[in-house]
């Protein structure tokens, strides 16, 4: 049974394919701690289904295993050039939520009929409430790294964990332990020192929280930080050694978004509401809506210092979106400040 699904998974395209129980990762307290610290800033949704997050069979009652799912994805790594955003390497692809949707229904639908009549299973991909990186450690699947995320010996760090629960009874898999060593290379990339001690990370600094989960404004002091960044941050994962291991992207090569590599900032601060879901349909950005994204655009403008972004920055300093206006307004002091220190100098 336990090597049908995995070889129906493998042939759907992920990459790994292990197996756990639906027991409540050991892991658990560590959570309660986090949130009790605040260390999850704005996302109070991780706070609301705590409960749940750390016990599978809140989630779906009777389940008994819990199918850990890995799929690799990948992108150039770029290097700043004036004018140009970064985007984080997982969204320069079509949104995986909806790409590793059909490959879970149709193993799930798989698993359901191997179990036959009675058997239940649920699907998620970072939909649902579960701590799904501490699940796949316990699996096998991989081991979760000082920067937080879970870094497979045979796929590095660029991978998507999904999971399938079930209340069909499945062998669990032997649990991989840490394999970082004396490895800090991830806390010293940290572009914000959010990961303030190994395996723990304070997301209210984190460049991913700031400019993908906060709604409203970036705290000054750590937009200088942000560089030109406009969407997630892939500093940490991509100081891991264990990368020297990573896979093609199988299921996500197909929806790469290339015109992400190198977005012109300037055009991207001129695009309107209709303009804006036109460029980023179908991309994980787009649910950080274009209030969210062009503030992090004005951001990266300031950051780069360029004067020849002056004019774009004035019109969005006028834009309806108080969001967007008051980065606009930001970015051209700092520009400002920048062009009459050089003048000076
Ligand atoms: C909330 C969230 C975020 C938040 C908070 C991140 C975080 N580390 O918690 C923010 C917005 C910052 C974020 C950023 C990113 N995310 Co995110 N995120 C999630 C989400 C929805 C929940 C994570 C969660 O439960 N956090 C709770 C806190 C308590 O976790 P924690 O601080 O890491 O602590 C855990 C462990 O580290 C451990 N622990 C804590 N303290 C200690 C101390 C010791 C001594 C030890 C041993 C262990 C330990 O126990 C804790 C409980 O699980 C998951 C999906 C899911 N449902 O799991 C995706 C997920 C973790 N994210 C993912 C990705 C890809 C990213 C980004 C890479 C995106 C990007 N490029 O910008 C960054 C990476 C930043 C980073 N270094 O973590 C992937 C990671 C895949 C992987 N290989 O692990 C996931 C699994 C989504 C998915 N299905 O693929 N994310």
Known sequence: ??????????????????????????????????????????????????????????????????????AAYDAPATSPVPNQGVVARYARHADYHDVLAEPLKQLSAYIDQLGGAGTRSLWYVDTGPLLERDLAQRAGLGFVGKHTNLISRELGNWIFLAEILTTLEVEPDVPEKNRCGSCSRCITACPTQAITAPFQ????RCISYLTIELKGSIPVDLRPAIGNRIYGCDDCLAACPWNRFAKEARLMKPHRRAEFDAPNLIE??????????????????????????LRNVCVALANTGDASALPALR????????????????????IEEVTTTRAKG
């Open 315 to 334: 019109r969005a300093a006028t834009d309806p979106e108080p969001l967007i206006a008051e980065h606009a307004r930001w970015a051209i002091e700092r």
């Open 201 to 204: 990370l304070d997301a209210r």
């Open 1 to 70: 049974m336990k090597s049908r699904i995995e070889q129906r998974a493998l042939e759907l395209g992920f990459h790994a394919c292990k197996f756990t129980t639906a027991a409540p990762p050991e892991s658990a307290p560590h959570l309660d701690r986090w949130l009790t610290e605040g260390r999850h800033g704005e996302m109070a949704w991780l706070a609301r289904n705590a409960q749940k997050r750390v016990d599978p069979n809140l989630v779906l009652p009777g389940a008994k295993c819990i199918v850990t799912l890995a």
């Open 268 to 293: 991207l601060l001129s695009l309107d509401t209709a303009g804006f879901k036109e460029r980023f349909a179908g991309t994980p950005m787009l649910r950080t809506k274009r209030r969210g994204v």
